[in-house]
């Protein structure tokens, strides 16, 4: 199991999958909605993180693609760090290691036209029907950091 894990302002967007290549599939999408305003909050975040890793872990193989914090520009929020944090923390705690993705490295994973940016591949590559009915930029950043771990593009 693929843990693709997006943190974000006031969510976490977890993609789980499975397969590699042509048989990659996203089985399911949750976006766990948190604030960070104290530990208790975060300590929620860790035991909920902690459910979902526990849960999904089907072997000694599962890993989570940690879709990581923006710096430079583009900047992430101070929450959203937090987040990235804790989530390393649930990992660890778990068993499973961490992989981190950067935005950069994505444009390729998905094979992207020249000019497209990676966002609105991964829609076309994901969710072209509209199935993930939860379907967000968090998801779309987590689906593919699952993507980028489980061995690369497949185009469908």
Do not use: Y
Not at 43 to 69: E, N, P, W, Y
Not at 84 to 108: F, H, N, Q, Y
Not at 114 to 120: I, P, R, S, V
């Amino acid at each position: 199991m693929i843990f693709g894990v997006s943190p974000a302002k006031d969510a976490v967007v977890i993609a789980q999958a499975t397969g590699s290549g042509k048989t990659f599939v996203i089985k399911s999408i949750k976006s766990i909605q948190f604030q960070a305003r104290s530990g208790e909050d975060l300590t929620k975040l860790l035991q909920r993180l902690h459910v979902i890793f526990d849960r999904g872990r089907t072997s000694r193989r599962s890993i989570i693609a940690l879709f990581g914090s923006s710096s430079g520009r583009f900047k992430s929020s101070v929450e959203a760090i937090k987040a990235e944090a804790i989530t390393e923390l649930a990992a660890a705690e778990s068993g499973l290691p961490v992989v981190r993705v950067t935005a950069a490295s994505l444009k390729m994973v998905l094979d992207c036209a020249t000019g497209q940016k990676w966002q609105a591949r991964a829609v076309e590559r994901f969710n072209p029907t509209g199935r993930h009915k939860n379907w967000s930029q968090g998801a779309a950043g987590a689906a593919a950091a699952a993507l980028k771990i489980a061995g690369g593009t497949s185009i469908p």
